[in-house]
């Protein structure tokens, strides 16, 4: 008894053509909870249109304006096009400050990012108790307003009663007496350095922990195996891990000691003889002390210009990162 079965179909087998570019599969329709992330991130949206984006706008406004306080008073709005601009990049004193503020951002910034690491990785290797209190005094010295800390700097480095030259005639330093830290550039810099530098040395030092506490311990376990000491299991394990916290905390430490307004304005008023003045404590002498309105909205444009330059290259490398993350 024979079983008849179908037989193959002769000739060349069908090939399935690609799918045409444009011509896929249709997409399938948008359900409403798709909106639901959008829907959820639309009052921070307001908000920060409202208070940082109207804000802008109107600064960018009265940077093309004459305004002083005679117009001020009168309601009158001259406009006068570029020539605030025009002033401010061809005068020399621009140029001066933009250069000291940009040095003065980059030795900030590499001092509170080293410090910053060391602290960090420090509070790893410690023992519960001791990463505890070094933990409290951290969120304490982050947790200070900005005014208060510096006027308790001003406090400290005082010239006739402050602790600092106290501290240092009793070490034996007698010509430190009365020493007057605020009567140059370089003293001062030293000083406002030194108090950003504290200040930003807490949120760098727990971020950095916080990371090092996602690193696998298996790995460090494998390359101790491998025969690897302290130095390449660095190398090789953390810092791999800690690099883009390191970039993003390294972006947001340039934005942070770049308009570092408070600092610079409340120690000396940007003294002596202006000398320590950065790009925004020189857009507020400018506009709100020397009443030129339009001018110092012309300066303030021009330092978030040049603060987006300086940060734009942190701002890819981070977004390269999520990217490859996902």
């Known amino acids: 008894m024979t079983v008849q079965t179908e037989r193959a179909p002769s000739g060349p087998a069908e090939v399935p053509t690609p799918p045409v570019k444009g011509k896929g599969r249709p997409k399938a329709p948008r359900r409403a909870g798709d909106f639901v992330p959008y829907l959820l991130l639309l009052p921070a949206v307001a908000v920060t249109l409202v208070f940082l984006g109207w804000p802008l706008v109107n600064n960018g406004v009265l940077s093309f304006q004459n305004l002083n306080m005679r117009q001020l008073i009168q309601r009158l709005t ?3 096009g570029i020539d605030n601009y025009r002033e401010i990049l061809t005068g020399e004193e621009f140029w001066r400050v933009t250069g000291r503020s940009i040095a003065f951002t980059g030795v900030n910034v590499l001092l509170i990012m080293v410090l910053g690491t060391l602290v960090g990785l420090l509070l790893a ?5 001791m990463r505890f209190a070094l933990m409290i005094g951290l969120v304490l010295a982050w947790a200070m307003p900005v005014v208060a800390s510096t006027t308790v700097y001003q406090w400290l480095f005082a010239q006739r009663f402050g602790v600092v030259n106290w501290v240092l005639v009793q070490l034996g330093f007698d010509g430190m007496a009365e020493h007057n830290w605020f009567g140059t550039q370089m003293s001062t810099f030293f000083v406002i350095t030194l108090l950003i530098v504290w200040q930003s040395i807490p949120f760098v030092a727990l971020s950095l922990y916080a ?3 996602t690193i696998p311990k298996e790995l460090y376990e494998a390359a101790a195996l491998d025969g690897a000491n302290g130095w390449r299991q660095f190398t090789s394990v953390t810092m791999p891990f800690l690099r883009p916290f390191l970039y993003a905390t390294t972006f947001l430490e340039i934005i942070w000691v770049f ?6 304005l409340n120690i000396n008023r940007g003294g002596p003889d202006r000398l320590t003045e950065i790009l925004p404590v020189y857009a507020y ?4 002390g020397n009443q030129h309105y339009g001018m110092g909205a012309a300066i303030a444009m021009l330092t978030i210009v040049i603060m987006l330059f300086l940060t734009s290259y942190y701002l890819r490398i981070v977004l390269k990162q999520e990217e490859d993350v996902r």
């Open 211 to 213: 990371a090092t506490t």
């Open 78 to 80: 001259e406009w006068n």
């Open 259 to 264: 308009k570092a307004l408070v600092q610079v």
């Open 285 to 288: 002498i400018e506009g709100m």
């Open 125 to 129: 290797r410690l023992g519960k108790k």
